[in-house]
């Protein structure tokens, strides 16, 4: 098992809707895949969640200098500010809200705010993992059958520590943590593999993360959308694409594998 980061930044930011997508394409078969890899945060377990909540908390405590809906427009704005320094995860996440708690509250925020975003910040870091509905068993079948990887963005100790607590570690054959996810490390992921981008499935959450790159390099995507999406994840373009299937949840794979 081996661990890679990298330090590639995409900046673009996407919004996307699922109204175009052309159900009448012949799609690519299947028969061919010999790795599925699969995103963690969102796919495998409950993650945005956490942070949505965490956000609603802090415009609450930031209530007394200004709006909720401000609020959360001027965090995103100093959160994506700060993205190509921090790269994601729940460490860069509050380095924000204490930024914005000084910002918004013109360098009178009191210690003891600091000190429970602090500690909030440590609570989410040791919350217990939640996998999603038939995760597991999906993992279990499929790894009878193909090379299982998780392919994840984010802070490399905490993605660890959720796949230690998660117990999904033995199903993987490989773990692949980086800092974003381009098509240039997907493209390094499949040379490292030792196999063709057509015999690699990606399954994930994010159209922009966990398709796009993928399809973009010659790979197949399934998309399983997550009822929460960051805003930055989200992406404009409809996927019409010969190797990108929507599935309602992971479980699904199971009839088509
Ligand atoms: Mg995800």
Known sequence: MAF????????????YTF???????????????KVIAFDADDTLWVNETLFRQAEREFCVLMQDYLPEEKCNALLFEIEMKNLPLYGYGIKPFTLSLIEAAIKFSK?????STIETLIGRAKKMLDAPIE??????????????????VMATKGDLLDQERKLIKSGLEPYFHHIEIVSDKTEKQ?????????????????????VKSDILPVLA????GFHVPFHTTWAHETVKEPVNHVNFRLL?????????L
């Open 186 to 206: 997907y493209q390094r992921l499949v040379n490292h593999l030792d196999i063709q981008a057509e015999e690699f499935l990606m399954v994930g959450n994010s």
């Open 131 to 148: 996998l999603l509905d038939g995760i597991e068993q999906t993992l279990e079948v499929l790894s009878q059958k193909y090379r299982l």
């Open 19 to 33: 109204t175009n997508i052309h159900k009448d394409l012949a799609l690519m078969p299947l028969s061919k895949i």
């Open 107 to 111: 360098g009178n925020i009191p210690v």
């Open 248 to 256: 309602s949840s992971a479980i699904e794979m199971l009839n088509l």
């Open 4 to 15: 890679f980061i990298s330090t590639v930044h995409n900046k673009t930011l996407y919004f």
């Open 217 to 220: 390099i010659g790979g197949h």
